[in-house]
Nanobody, 120 residues
């Protein structure tokens, strides 16, 4: 099992910045990807950014150039630096972790979510 604890959400004006943090604990030795997803009211959950264990990253087109995903030295913590925030970034942001072993198993875990609200 993996427990994910998020922090850093809040209310910010358009153009402002926020930094989200997510710390993983439990069975973490085989976590191969961590990332952030978001879900706005009435919308499906969507990928925001993710980082593979080797360091490669993926971003949603809507956040490229504004958001940056990074990880801590211990590699069980992931951050999302969000700059130039827009009202359309308003959503609940969820941390995600994937434990996997090729050809054997893949387990996905979610944090409890943290609200990000961007006012215009």
């Amino acid at each position: 099992q993996v427990q994910l604890v998020e922090s850093g959400g809040g209310l910010v004006q358009a153009g402002g910045s926020l930094r989200l943090s997510c710390a993983a604990s439990g069975t973490i030795f085989d976590i191969n990807a961590m990332g952030w997803y978001r879900q706005a009211p009435g919308e499906q959950r969507e990928l925001v950014a993710r980082m593979q264990s080797g360091g490669s990253t993926d971003y949603a087109d809507s956040v490229k150039g504004r958001f940056t995903i990074s990880r801590g030295n211990a590699k069980n913590t992931v951050y999302l630096q969000m700059n130039s925030l827009k009202p359309e970034d308003t959503a609940v942001y969820y941390c995600n972790a994937v434990r996997s072993k090729a050809g054997a198993y893949e387990y996905t875990y979610w944090g409890q979510g943290t609200q990000v609200t961007v006012s215009s």
